[in-house]
């Protein structure tokens, strides 16, 4: 059975998939039936609309595009890395806007290709040094330790986001690179304390308190996020108990606290509207917990619950969904054989929202860590039933060998080589709590 007719056996996953990107996200176009990876097209496509824009604004450099990444990076008139447009919120708000006005996304990308020149001297970028907070998984696309050059100078941050460094100037906004760094004979560490200093200083912007101890700033600067990093701003919402936070975009920060119910229900509802909005960061609640920001949800039966648990799991859906094509196109480009097995959404009997994926006896597959596990057998045929679905705990716990953890990747993603025997596959069918969706 190939990979692609593998999918025929998920199909019933697809409706799940549609109605979680809908519910927080624009959704992609449809390519012709039968098309393996319609998605990956029509983002080149886009690509291409973008390195036109790019160009148009004689942006010096040659340009090119990168589709594992989905970005379009120049090279400097000296050989290093000049500027980086990441394309996927250009392409979600492209998506988002009614065709006659998508011109106007276009030209606004080509504008942000005209970035300052990194400066020469720390003492230049000092000044316009700031951190700005994203998803996570638009940064971890760059091996740290591959010796390739990397854009962008970070570090994660309550394990679902990350902080980035930038030089911000009227012009235009660009990523500190570790070169910058190196140049500037500046650590990260320094570098950070001095973009924080910068950050305390922008204009104070009052909190909307939503409900009493539940608080929204929205901003119109890019550092709505960012605020979650200020102690005076942060200490501006009194709440109950420990404090949550949503950044559902790069202007909207929420503050509860994680005892507080109905506060807890306000910001996912407000985090749900804001999501929808350009330039979307990330769904999941964070916790401020003695090791940091941690990610959250309230316990079973608050009213919150659900649509948490959704806001989340439709995060984690896109960045699995990113994950994969990038990561498809590099072992396509390299020859692999490899298989990238997809996250595949689908829902319960009750109602909740659970993830699953497909392990196949027909060669190595790189699994994301999944809710539920198909286990296929290629010689039944491309429409035959799994021959075992198995929550993840019980895989983890009685796979060995067989299953292993790949360095180096977030979302994380395990090896598997080879396949259970029948005797264990048995044990996992005879086991009445195999299938429960944790």
Not at 51 to 71: K, N, Q, S, V
Not at 79 to 102: C, D, Q
Not at 241 to 260: C, F, S, Y
Request: net charge negative; hydrophobic share 40%; glycine share 8%.
């Amino acid at each position: 059975m190939s990979r692609n007719t593998q999918w025929k056996v998920v199909l019933f996953g697809v409706s799940a998939l549609v109605l979680v990107v809908v519910l927080v996200f624009a959704s992609g176009t449809k390519g012709a039936p039968g098309e393996p990876y319609p998605e990956l097209r029509e983002k080149d496509a886009f690509a291409q609309q973008a390195l036109e824009a790019l160009r148009a604004t004689g942006i010096p450099g040659a340009l090119t595009y990168d589709p594992e990444r989905f970005l379009i990076q120049s090279t400097a008139p000296d050989g290093g890395l000049g500027m980086v447009v990441f394309l996927s919120n250009f392409h979600r708000e492209y998506l988002a806007t009614a065709p006659e006005k998508r011109g106007e996304v276009l030209a606004r990308l080509g504008r942000s290709g005209a970035l300052p020149e990194g400066a020469e001297t720390y003492a230049q970028a000092r000044p316009h040094l700031m951190l700005v907070v994203r998803a996570r998984d638009t940064f971890e696309q760059f091996p740290q330790q591959s010796g390739e050059k990397v854009p962008v100078s970070w570090q994660p941050l309550g394990e679902v986001l990350a902080e980035a460094l930038v030089q911000d100037t009227p012009e235009a906004m660009r990523y500190v690179s570790p070169d910058d760094l190196a140049r500037w004979g500046i650590s990260y560490g320094q570098a950070h304390a001095d973009a924080m200093a910068n950050l305390r200083r922008l204009d104070s912007v009052p909190l909307t308190h939503l409900a009493l101890g539940t608080c929204l700033l929205a901003t119109n600067d890019s550092y709505g996020a960012s605020r979650l990093l200020l102690e005076d701003v942060m200490s501006g919402c009194e709440v109950k108990g420990e404090r949550v936070v949503l950044v559902p975009n790069r202007d909207t920060l929420l503050i509860t606290g994680a005892e507080d119910a109905e506060g807890l229900l306000e910001v996912a509802e407000a985090a749900l509207a804001g999501l929808k909005a350009p330039r979307p960061v990330d769904g999941r609640a964070l916790r401020l917990t003695a090791d940091g920001w941690r990610p959250f949800l309230p316990e079973p039966g608050s009213p919150s619950r659900s649509l948490l648990e959704n806001l989340a799991f439709a995060s984690r859906v896109r960045g699995y969904q990113e994950q994969t094509e990038r990561l498809r196109r590099q072992h396509e480009a390299e020859g692999s054989q490899l298989h990238v097995a997809g996250y595949v959404p689908e829902q319960d009997a009750k109602g909740r929202f659970f993830g699953q994926a497909i392990w196949s006896n027909d060669g190595e597959t790189l699994l994301p860590r999944a809710d539920v596990i198909l286990f296929m057998d290629a010689a039944l045929g491309p429409h035959a039933p799994p021959v075992a679905s198995v929550r993840w705990d019980l895989v983890v716990r009685d796979a060995g060998m067989l299953l292993m953890p790949e360095l180096g990747l977030y979302p994380e993603r395990y090896r598997v080589r080879g396949f259970p025997s029948k005797e264990l596959l048995q044990r996992w069918k005879a086991d009445p709590t195999a299938m429960d969706v944790p």
